[in-house]
Nanobody, 121 residues
Framework: QVQLVESGGGLVEAGGSLRLSCAAS????????MGWFRQAPGKEREFVAA??????YYAPSVKGRFSLSRDNGKNTVYLEMNSLKPEDTAVYYC????????????????WGQGTQVTVSS
């Protein structure tokens, strides 16, 4: 069993930056793919970024602005978000799982509670 706790969300002006953290419990953290997804009101949950072993994946809408990293010693994965836009406003979820489809939410077994990111124009 893995528990995930996100933090770091908040309100920021367009062009600003935020860093989200996802702290995971459990000793299997190193073997899991870790993903970030987001869901805006009235929209489906969408892929943002993921790391699976040494490979990283980014949605086209965030590539070049967002950066993902993981610290296996701290069982934590981070999402550095720069040049934020109002359309980045959403609840951001961290996910973990032994998946071969790291960009697909269905491949993840564990989810955090989400953290709100609001970007004002």
């Amino acid at each position: 069993q893995v528990q995930l706790v996100e933090s770091g969300g908040g309100l920021v002006e367009a062009g600003g930056s935020l860093r989200l953290s996802c702290a995971a419990s459990g000793r299997a953290f190193r073997s899991y793919s870790m993903g970030w997804f987001r869901q805006a009101p009235g929209k489906e949950r969408e892929f943002v970024a993921a790391v699976s072993w040494s490979a990283q994946y980014y949605a086209p809408s965030v590539k070049g602005r967002f950066s993902l990293s993981r610290d296996n010693g701290k069982n934590t994965v981070y999402l550095e978000m720069n040049s934020l836009k109002p359309e980045d406003t959403a609840v951001y979820y961290c996910a973990a799982g032994a998946t071969y489809r790291p960009t697909q939410p269905a491949g993840y077994d564990y989810w955090g509670q989400g953290t709100q990111v609001t970007v004002s124009s």
